[in-house]
């Protein structure tokens, strides 16, 4: 690749921001397309850089205690614009990262705008010329709709979402083996199982009745405005809205009961079972199977915290349904972000996978980074996977596991959480064990930073 020529960034938002920036401080000379103002989504009001669609904080700042704490703190140590920014514009928020969003948005987009090596062009891509060799998209949940067809046809049909359909993801050792057991239905093994594959919960009519009385009266949230087009489609209905559609429907769909014996009352057939099914390579995430649903996140973990062997359930994450434009990037995707099938092309942000303000621009970084590496004629090294951007990279590029059966794809959006990270040998006490976490990753990024990235803390 000529030297002259700029690595061009697709969409400015948390990540595209995040990118060029990276790229900028090694030296490498940007074309950042972005097309708002010209051309908005739906939820961005401004043209500014890195807007803030919704919430204003980046969550808690706990580097000692929280995943995304730790990310804040692997980000700021790897010179993040985001993060340098953030501090810059904090607001009182307790232990939570909250940022004044105007002043952020527009001190990124001075930083961008000030950057002589970042070229701007205001305009809205649709397709992705051939003479542009080193590309990264970063166009978010929303990619405007004409480049998202063209990415479609680059990764195929079923490659690109366009609704996220999540089940709630539970940490394997927040759940009571005393009543759950291993198996699968009708202890099949297919390709990759074993034939005890799913952890199953056992529900009596009781329990059954109760569970779906809670689904019914539970709180909802609402769809916005521009995403009620398609919301609901083929075998991912709610399922609150399947219980709504009659009190059996559960039991004959997700939580049927049959081809399960319960090795604790092997002649009592339970009535109605919830099946967790192991959601990374590591083994340490378990989604509940079909419990894709939109009721509010408080609701979810009172409700399912009733299911019997989950009374004390740990969520990596709750349920939800959105508009969300994301690939399935752990088949399309190589370690770096580059498409397998053209790897000309890295993905960045949400469009990836990863979910949420931080993880976004933290992806980002990391594409940037290399892009950098590789227009500078050096190897790409990875983040270790203890560090926060070794295990969010890890789920992205291939960290999370196919169903174990025929069925719909199961890669959905995530925020970073301790259940991607490699679990330390010894069983320690819950804060202990998060502290010991995040110890061991911060440890491990300087020794990386040390090692492979001179230019990391520029
Ligand atoms: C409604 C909604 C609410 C959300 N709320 C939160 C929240 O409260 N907290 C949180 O942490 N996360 C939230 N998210 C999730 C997510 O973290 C953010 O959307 C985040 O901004 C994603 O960063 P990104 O850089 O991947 O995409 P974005 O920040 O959306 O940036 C993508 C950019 O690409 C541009 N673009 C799109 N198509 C094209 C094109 N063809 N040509 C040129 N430019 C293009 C867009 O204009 C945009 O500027 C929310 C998402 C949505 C949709």
């Not at 219980?243 to 769909?253: C, I, K, N, S």
């Not at 995707?333 to 099938?341: A, Q, S, V």
């Not at 950098?372 to 951007?389: F, W, Y």
Request: hydrophobic fraction near 40%.
């Amino acid at each position: 690749m000529h030297p002259s020529q700029p690595v061009h960034i697709v969409g400015g938002g948390l990540a595209g921001s995040e990118a060029a920036w990276q790229l900028a401080r090694r030296g490498v000379p940007v074309m950042l397309h972005e097309m708002r103002p010209l051309r908005s989504t739906a939820v961005h009001k401004t043209g500014n850089f890195a807007e803030l669609v919704c919430s204003n904080s980046f969550r808690s700042d706990d580097s000692q205690g929280s995943a995304i704490g730790l990310l804040h703190a692997e980000m700021r140590r790897l010179g993040s614009l985001v993060l340098a920014t953030a501090d810059a514009h904090v607001l009182p928020a307790g232990g939570a990262l909250a940022v004044d969003r105007e002043g952020f948005a527009a001190a990124i987009t001075a930083a961008i705008e000030g950057e002589p090596l970042i070229e701007i062009s205001r305009e809205e891509i649709i397709d992705l010329p051939p003479e542009w060799e080193s590309v990264i998209i970063a166009t978010g949940p929303l990619t405007s709709p004409a480049l998202a067809e063209t990415i479609r046809r680059l990764t195929g049909e079923a490659a690109l979402a366009f609704f996220d359909a999540i089940a709630p993801i539970v940490h394997r050792d927040s759940i009571d083996f005393e009543i759950a057991w291993f198996q699968s239905r009708y202890d099949k093994s297919g390709p990759a199982g074993s034939g005890a594959d799913y952890i199953n919960c056992p529900l009596t009519r009781a329990q059954y009745e109760a569970f779906v009385d809670a689904l019914l009266a539970g709180d909802k949230t609402s769809f916005h405005e521009f995403e009620t087009a398609t919301p609901y489609f083929d075998g991912c209905l709610p399922i609150e809205v399947m219980a709504e559609r009659g009190r059996e429907t559960l039991r004959h769909g997700p939580m049927k009961p049959f081809g399960l014996t319960n090795p604790r009352r092997p002649s009592e057939k339970p009535y109605a079972v919830v099946q967790l099914r192991q959601d990374n390579k590591l083994g340490t995430l378990f989604n509940i199977v079909g419990f894709q649903t939109k009721l509010k996140h408080g609701e979810q973990a009172r409700i399912f915290r009733t299911i019997p062997g989950l009374a004390n359930a740990e969520f990596a994450r709750l349920g939800g349904l959105h508009r969300n434009t994301f690939l399935n990037s752990p088949k399309l995707l190589d370690e770096t972000l580059r498409l397998n099938e053209m790897p000309r092309l890295r993905f960045a942000g949400q469009i990836t996978g990863c979910e949420g303000y931080v993880e976004s621009a933290a992806i980002g970084l990391l594409a940037g980074r290399f892009a950098a590496t590789e227009r500078l004629g050096e190897r790409p090294s990875l983040p270790p996977p203890t560090t926060a951007h070794g295990a969010l990279l890890a789920h992205i590029t291939g960290g999370h596991i196919e169903t174990i059966d025929a069925g719909p794809r199961s890669f959905q959006p995530m925020n970073v959480n301790f259940g991607l990270f490699p679990p330390l040998g010894a069983s320690t006490a819950r804060d202990a064990r998060k502290q010991a976490l995040c110890a061991r990753a911060l440890a491990d990024l300087e020794a990386w930073i040390g090692a492979a990235l001179p230019h990391a803390a520029e």
